[in-house]
């Protein structure tokens, strides 16, 4: 079960062992991925269907890899009426926060007369990768597929596996609901091959997006730069920061929440209230006593997991800052004042009711969030992710003779003798 510590020499081990949370040993996988991803590029459909028919259906038939829009329908319309009001307003939530994102061409002309700017332009082909088996995450759907729609791709094709040929019904539901283009029962790094390859009944995609297992993620690893991905996903995580104010009930249950993830999910509290520490401890174990997933909250809990006392919000801060999470709850009264201090998270949540599950279903901005520390240099994923930037430049003749003595000398410098004549050609 979870600890309470305070030792610096405690922190520092468990910074440890966050650290070696990220680190993956694809050693054992490697190999195989790799020999799948080049049999798919040679082999195509035939190479598919081979494979598929080995991890998830004995029975499938290539010829039915794509699941027809009519059975997205049906899967929607055989929920009842509130999981349908759900996945509708989860939708238009979403929808609308990521329109805020959204980016237009600009253009301006500067002091010497150049015409300078940047193009905006959709991706225009995507593949979003939703993992099957254990669990179904309709959410995921919807977190994929709404800011590309949004971004305006013009196709949107997603792929998942289909272990005996059953794919959970909410995961049709949200894809008819985000009104994919294209549905493939197929998955693993197999999928995500046919994807950046293409094959004969799979279209080839320009980026793939999309959490999976880690042979989803070594394989996005190796068709990367063919094709481009979002990121490569690791163990989900949250750290929260409290003080006196916090209720240790709603503390103690969004600790659990990020818990039950998997086995080396990480939930960290960084409280400065030594008492309310141990009552954030004892709602955990009450609530832990009444929980489904007892045997996965046992592994995260005890090993990847923490309450660490602090002294103030100050040195929570600096310690929430090293973990860089994906998930940051500030449980305070007046959280507003910490922002400017936050330099490394996924997505931050402010105040006593802004709770994680609420930004994994139903607030509107993604779920998909860098893990493991690289909310130091990634973000959320977002409608960027779904477009393309090019500089524009028109020069008058009167700003490139302006500029042609300085280009001159700079590319003479580099010793790009080319250069230099391109631009001083103009003038002469």
């Known amino acids: 079960m979870i600890e309470i510590i305070k030792n610096k020499n405690e922190i520092e081990d468990f910074f440890k062992v966050l650290k070696k949370r990220g680190?993956?040993?694809?050693?054992?996988?490697?190999?195989?991925?790799?020999?799948?991803?080049?049999?798919?590029?040679?082999?195509?459909?035939?190479?598919?269907?081979?494979?598929?028919?080995?991890?998830?259906?004995?029975?499938?038939?290539?010829?039915?890899?794509?699941?027809?829009?009519?059975?997205?329908?049906?899967?929607?319309?055989?929920?009842?009426?509130?999981?349908?009001?759900?996945?509708?307003?989860?939708?238009?939530r979403i929808y609308s926060y990521h329109l805020h994102q959204k980016r237009e061409s600009w253009m301006y002309k500067d002091e010497i007369g150049a015409s300078l700017g940047m193009k905006i332009t959709p991706i225009e082909k995507v593949g979003v990768y939703v993992p099957g088996g254990k669990a179904a995450y309709p959410s995921s759907v919807l977190m994929n597929i709404i800011p590309a729609?949004?971004?305006?791709?013009?196709?949107?094709?997603?792929?998942?596996?289909?272990?005996?040929?059953?794919?959970?019904?909410?995961?049709?539901?949200?894809?008819?609901?985000?009104?994919?283009?294209?549905?493939?029962?197929?998955?693993?790094?197999?999928?995500?091959?046919?994807?950046?390859?293409?094959?004969?009944?799979?279209?080839?995609?320009?980026?793939?997006?999309?959490?999976?297992?880690?042979?989803?993620?070594?394989?996005?690893?190796?068709?990367?730069?063919?094709?481009?991905?979002?990121?490569?996903?690791?163990?989900?995580?949250?750290?929260?920061?409290?003080?006196?104010?916090?209720?240790?009930?709603?503390?103690?249950?969004?600790?659990?929440?990020?818990?039950?993830?998997d086995e080396i999910a990480s939930s960290t509290l960084f409280i400065t209230d030594e008492g309310k520490a141990k009552e954030v401890k004892a709602e955990l174990i009450n609530y832990y006593n009444n929980a489904e997933r007892k045997a996965i909250l046992d592994k995260s809990l005890t090993n990847c997991s923490k309450i660490i006392v602090v002294k103030d919000i100050d040195e929570a801060i600096k310690y929430a800052n090293r973990v860089a999470p994906e998930h940051l709850e500030i449980a305070v009264?007046?959280?507003?004042?910490?922002?400017?201090?936050?330099?490394?998270?996924?997505?931050?949540?402010?105040?006593?009711?802004?709770?994680?599950?609420?930004?994994?279903?139903?607030?509107?901005p993604n779920h998909v969030l860098p893990t493991v520390a690289t909310a130091r240099f990634f973000s959320p994923l977002g409608v960027d992710d779904f477009i393309k930037?090019?500089?524009?430049?028109?020069?008058?003749?009167?700003?490139?003779?302006?500029?042609?003595?300085?280009?001159?000398?700079?590319?003479?410098?580099?010793?790009?003798?080319?250069?230099?004549?391109?631009?001083r050609v103009r003038k002469e």
């Open 23 to 92: 680190a993956v040993n694809s050693g054992d996988f490697s190999n195989t991925v790799k020999e799948i991803v080049k049999d798919i590029e040679l082999n195509g459909d035939e190479a598919l269907e081979k494979y598929t028919k080995k991890f998830d259906n004995p029975d499938f038939d290539i010829k039915n890899i794509e699941i027809k829009k009519d059975k997205l329908k049906e899967a929607f319309d055989s929920l009842d009426e509130n999981t349908k009001k759900v996945l509708i307003r989860a939708k238009e």
């Open 149 to 261: 729609k949004v971004a305006g791709c013009k196709t949107i094709n997603m792929v998942t596996p289909a272990p005996k040929g059953l794919i959970n019904p909410l995961v049709l539901a949200a894809a008819y609901v985000a009104e994919v283009d294209h549905v493939y029962q197929v998955g693993g790094a197999q999928a995500i091959a046919a994807l950046a390859f293409g094959t004969k009944s799979i279209e080839k995609v320009d980026k793939i997006v999309g959490p999976g297992n880690i042979f989803v993620a070594l394989a996005k690893r190796e068709v990367y730069g063919l094709v481009g991905i979002d990121s490569i996903a690791g163990p989900s995580e949250i750290c929260v920061i409290a003080d006196s104010s916090c209720n240790p009930k709603y503390v103690a249950a969004d600790l659990l929440a990020q818990a039950e993830h």
């Open 333 to 364: 009264d007046e959280p507003e004042k910490y922002i400017d201090k936050i330099n490394n998270a996924g997505a931050i949540f402010m105040g006593h009711y802004s709770a994680e599950s609420f930004g994994d279903y139903m607030s509107g």
């Open 389 to 423: 930037k090019t500089s524009l430049q028109c020069l008058s003749k009167e700003a490139a003779l302006s500029l042609v003595d300085d280009v001159d000398s700079f590319a003479k410098l580099e010793g790009l003798t080319m250069h230099a004549l391109a631009a």
